[in-house]
């Protein structure tokens, strides 16, 4: 099974869970999910990534913008700041990302002092 599925299994879980204790007049649900449902966010990109074996870009900007989300949500900082941090930090992600890439086509295709294909 997809480790996406498994952490959509899992919040649907949690989900349910939240709602019958609402039910049972525990926790106000809807409180609870206002202010915590970017971890959803953040889990999924996390769990995407450890399937993959390695840190990929997509998945760390899901997870940078489930933070922010998250951040924003418990007001841990101003919304202009918060944003303007996550457009810098994603902005160098890519470029760092972009720059990895380049590096690692050129280290494979580098040619050597007889040529390519000598031996």
């Not at 926790?27 to 990929?56: F, H, K």
């Not at 457009?87 to 160098?92: D, E, H, K, N, P």
């Amino acid at each position: 099974m997809k480790p996406g599925t498994i952490w959509i299994a899992i919040v649907l879980l949690a989900l349910g869970v939240c709602g019958i204790l609402d039910a049972a007049g525990v926790v106000d649900s809807s409180q609870t999910i206002a202010q915590w449902w970017p971890l959803a966010v953040i889990g999924w990109a996390i769990a995407e990534m450890l399937a993959a074996r390695r840190v990929t870009l997509g998945g760390v900007v899901c997870a940078a913008i489930g933070l922010t989300l998250l951040a924003d949500a418990q007001a841990w900082a101003s919304g202009a700041l918060l944003w303007s941090s996550l457009a810098i930090a994603l902005g160098l992600a890519i470029l760092v990302s972009a720059g990895l890439r380049c590096g690692e086509a050129h280290n494979g295709d580098a040619p050597t002092a007889l040529g390519k294909d000598a031996s």
